[in-house]
């Protein structure tokens, strides 16, 4: 898809050698701390650079690890995210939400002509500013963590994340549209003929036994299939 194209510009290869080397000196943690006090455009600097380090082929997967840690990390404290996760030209359709989640409404929408799933963090009520923050710097980890996953066979591509309406509160997750919907949405009972021929027990055992301890984050399972 052409809107997916990836950024060749010279400064996503800024400063990719001394970020591995940073993030391969393991006792210098006085620099990995003056990195994670960075700040607006020195932040977005380096977390362009630290995905552009991540993508490298030469790179092993034990410092890829490290570097996605040090990315969610600056990106907490920074509230930044790589620029590669931005995208232009989305618009929705319709006037009402398809769906909602426990923190978000699902939409119908596009990017230019292709057809997408927007995922839009919900807004709190006044006076839960806090509740609203703490939910966007969710919905850009999330994001974050997404893209290092892209390339996997059995994961949904993740195309970025847009500005609702141009709001900086009203982040979205832009992915692609399925119309069998998600997973539950797929297996529910329905009439004979319109039933997906789907084989229960492979699908639970590959469930149960391809859970994977997810290195990005901390207490939780990533289930990759």
């Known amino acids: 898809m052409n809107f997916l194209k ?24 006085e620099q990995r701390n003056q990195l994670f006090r960075k700040r607006g455009q020195d932040a977005q600097i380096w977390l362009n650079s630290l995905q552009a380090a991540a993508e490298l082929p030469e790179i092993s997967t034990e410092l890829r690890s490290s570097i996605f840690k040090i990315m969610l990390k600056l990106s ?15 618009t929705r359709e319709g006037e009402h939400p398809i769906g909602a989640g426990g923190f978000g409404d ?30 966007l710097k969710q919905f850009k980890r999330e994001a974050i963590l997404w893209k290092q996953l892209e390339s996997h066979p059995n994961i949904l591509p993740f195309f970025g994340m847009y500005d609702w309406d141009g709001a900086p509160g009203k982040l979205c997750l832009v992915s692609p549209w399925m119309e069998g919907g998600n997973l539950a949405h797929y297996l529910n009972p329905r009439p ?30 990533f289930m990759v299939i």
């Open 6 to 29: 990836k950024d060749t510009s010279a400064r996503k290869k800024a400063h990719a050698d001394e970020i591995i080397r940073i993030v391969t000196d393991v006792q210098n943690h």
């Open 76 to 90: 907490k404290h920074s509230d930044v995210t790589p620029e590669c996760l931005n995208i232009k030209n989305v």
């Open 106 to 135: 699902v939409w119908k929408g596009k990017v230019r002509q292709t057809i997408v799933c927007l995922k839009v963090v919900r807004n709190f009520q006044q006076g839960n500013e806090s509740n609203s923050q703490d939910l």
């Open 192 to 221: 004979p003929k319109m039933k997906p021929v789907v084989d229960h027990t492979t699908l639970v055992t590959l469930m149960t036994s391809l859970l994977v301890w997810n290195t990005f984050t901390t207490g939780k399972l």
